[in-house]
Structures are given as structure tokens and as C-alpha cells.
């Protein structure tokens, strides 16, 4: 009868911690990628999720992607930075913060910054004057 009554407790033990860990924070993938909103160009993960696109800040459109596993201490998760440079865009502004970086693709800038659990990409309304400020002719 004990024997019975461990293995049963046993067996609900497991259970409930294989659903625990079921529901825990979810770890990016990072295996494919689409357009961000404010720039279709630049690559944003498919598994991110836009949460607030505001168009009315005078020098900046951007917008907010949640996704969960981000961490703002880390570096540019690698499979994301491959992909960036995939598409083409080039990193400009190095070693500015480690949590900010900043892309150029041909005449278009991106500011990218990486937080806990969520990222923006910000696109400058004024792109000359944004090339300008970061030495391009």
C-alpha cells in the first residue's frame, strides 16, 4: 500500500514538473527572419512579436518587438547579427553601448536596441542628415 501511495506521488511529481518547465520562458530560435514594419528591409526574427509602432516622434520611427529570452546584457544574439549582415546591412558605430548598435544599408539607418525580453528598431525620418552625422558622403 505505501509502495502504491510513492509511486503515485512519484508519478505526480513529474507530471506537474514537465508542465512547469512546459510553461516557462520560451528561448528565441532565430532560424527565420522577416521585414521589420518600419523598414522591410531589415531583418526582425518571424517569432517576434510587434507590441507599439509610433510614427509620431519628429526624429525617429520605431517600433517595439517583444521576444521572450532577450537579454539587454548580452551581445547581439549571433544567429540575428548573421542574418543583419545577411541582408545586407553593415554595422557602423561600434562600441557605442552594448546594448545599441546602429546599421547602414546603402542611403537607409537603423538604430537597433536590445533589452530585457523585447528590441526596437528605430529608422531616423531624416536620412541625409542621419548619413551625414555618421561621416558618409
Known amino acids: 500500500m505505501k509502495r502504491a501511495r510513492a509511486l503515485w506521488t512519484l508519478l505526480l511529481v513529474c507530471l506537474l514538473t514537465g508542465i512547469l518547465a512546459g510553461c516557462g520562458a520560451k528561448e528565441a530560435h532565430w532560424d527565420s527572419f522577416e521585414g521589420a514594419l518600419n523598414e522591410k528591409n531589415f531583418p526582425v526574427p518571424k517569432e517576434a512579436n510587434s507590441s507599439d509602432h509610433t510614427t509620431t516622434n519628429a526624429a525617429m520611427d520605431y517600433v517595439r518587438y517583444s521576444l521572450p529570452g532577450l537579454k539587454e546584457k548580452d551581445s547581439l544574439p549571433e544567429p540575428y547579427s548573421e ?24 542611403q537607409s539607418i537603423v538604430h537597433l536596441s536590445i533589452h530585457d525580453g ?4 528605430m529608422v531616423p525620418k531624416d536620412k541625409k542628415a542621419t548619413t551625414q552625422s555618421l561621416g558618409s558622403p
Open 83 to 106: 542574418a543583419i549582415e545577411a541582408w545586407g546591412w553593415k554595422e557602423v558605430v561600434k562600441g557605442k553601448t552594448a546594448n545599441s548598435y546602429v546599421f547602414q544599408k546603402d
Open 118 to 121: 523585447y528590441f526596437i528598431v
